[in-house]
């Protein structure tokens, strides 16, 4: 029986949606509800992250849209009183706003200088978060950001869980319609080659502008998500941990695939909290990194290639028995 | 009126050695990048290696720190060579994101492989020359930074030496110019591949050291800003040049302590990102670049 690849990531997609939605009947641990609302959250963000990569853009500065999102939806909160779940996406398109801004600097850019000039950003952010705005984001000591939910409501913790669920599957879902479209294929086109795309007619400037948008506006997403989940946010959401982690989720995963983002993300929080359990500080981050480096040289595609290079491997072992050609569907 | 001159001098002094630490780093990203192509976000870490390498050794034994730098320069070379052959070698030609990535990796590992080993609180070391300064025109000048200049520039020319008159440094530099021609000429391009690293790591290294001796505070994430701001010299200097990261650097540590006293110490990080931004935004090619890479 021969899978195809796509099939293969749908049913995976498909079979963890129903076991994300089953958890809270299976479990009533508090502990896991609120470590998988972290972890959804985590994959809307190297989702963003990953749409902005397929289109050829390595951003090394993330952490500076999902900060954005999470101050500007705290502070349209604070001021107007709405309520978090409307403001998580009114922040979202601040960032996005921004995330255009600094595209357009961008978009002429080769790759080092991309990543140099995004990881500036969330530097420059930063600094502006702590010293000309710090009247209103409270400096380095942060403030307090209104819940998702009182805590007063009997079960918020589940509804806040299926909340952030529908919302990472209707993320999920607006990445892979822009994928499969016309816009996916012209971001293809303008990462494999600039030149014959621009033939082609297609304009990458405002292509890469579009992944811009949509990648900054999902991580402003995460971002106010995460921060009216926790309630309280500091500068530190700009920092240097917060750019990479989405990277390492989507390497792992597998760099511009619609699952790669999700599996890297769950395989990776399952290894990093098992190994909370080890008593290790730094070195859960030096085997990150080590996981890593060993993917990008062992498994370039990543775990969602996983199945088919076994699948190879599998055909190629019935080849040397046999000594027949493997046949092919 | 006095006044404003001292303090601009003042600047200028702490531009010139802040500098001195930012075109040793640029300078060996320089040579990394010229001859493999390559882009090493983790350039920085080897920066803070070279730190701990130096305050470890100067901590255990008491002797002159600036005699130090060799042996952190000659670690780094092997450290640097490791590097190579088992992270980049593999992925040379794969993509250019694909070594930005990998650089993230080495970053945790390096950064929190540290943190394991030394902790990761901010230290110093405390320069036999603390306290001792050199009177230049009206203000006094602490003789530690006249002695960090004089070795940047004495470094600096022992490379240029290497790469005008030895075989090995013109062989660097034909690789630089045409892989595919020196290879053709019986050039053993991995072979120059390991020395530019190792080299380029080995400036680091001295960078570090100096940045000890200087009374300067270190821990394990100290490099990723220093290595960035040498990103943002190289690209201002133009890529692979050498002279261009001189000048970049220069300018870099100028500009920056010229933003601290002017906007407050905060803004010394963010202000070159700032420049580099406008640069890239005015001059995609950088000021000095002939072309892009």
Known sequence: MNFKRDDLTKYGLVAILVIAAAVPVLSDSMFLINLLVLMLISIIFASAWNLLAFSGQGSLGHAAFFGIGAYASTMIAVQSGISPFITIFLGAAVAAFIGVLIGLTCVRLKEWFLAMVTFGFAIIVQTLTVSVLAPITGGWDGIASPRLLSPSIPGYQLIEYYAVLIITIASLVAIWYIMKSRIGLAFLAIRENEVEARSAGVDPVRYRLFAFAISAYLAGVAGAIQIHHIGYLTPELYGVDNSFWPITFVILGGLGTLAGPVIGTIVLTVIWEGLKATGLTFGRYVIVGFILILTIIFLPKGLVNLPERIQVWWKGRGRNETGAKPQRE | ?????????????????????????????????????????????????????????????????????????????????????????????????????????????????????????????????????????????????????????????????FLKKTTTGMEMRATSQNRKGAMLVGINVERIDIISFGLGCALAAAAGTLWVVSGQVFNPYMGSIPAVKAFAIIILGGLGSIPGAIIGGLLMGIAENSAAYLLGGIWKDAVSFIILIVVLVVRPTGLFGEKGE
Not at chain 2, 103 to 112: E, K, T, V
Not at chain 2, 115 to 129: E, F, K, T
């Open chain 2, 1 to 161: 009126m006095m006044d404003n001159l001292g303090i601009f001098l003042q600047i200028m002094f702490w531009g010139l050695y802040a500098g001195c630490i930012y075109i040793l780093l640029a300078t060996g990203l320089n040579l990394i990048f010229g001859v493999m192509k390559i882009v090493n976000f983790a350039h920085g870490e080897f920066l803070m290696i070279g730190a701990y390498i130096t305050a470890t050794i100067f901590f255990l034994t008491g002797i002159n720190p600036y005699v130090i730098i060799l042996l952190s320069m000659l670690a780094l070379i092997g450290i640097g060579a490791i590097v190579e052959r088992l992270c980049f070698r593999p992925i040379l030609g794969t993509g250019k994101l694909n070594e930005i990535f990998l650089s993230i990796g080495l970053i945790y590992i390096f950064q929190n492989g540290a943190a394991m080993i030394w902790g990761d609180a901010w230290q110093s070391v405390r320069s036999p020359y603390d306290g001792i300064t050199v009177p230049v025109g009206s203000l006094s000048v602490p003789l530690d930074y006249i002695i960090i200049v004089a070795f940047t520039a004495a470094i600096l020319f022992a490379l240029y030496f």
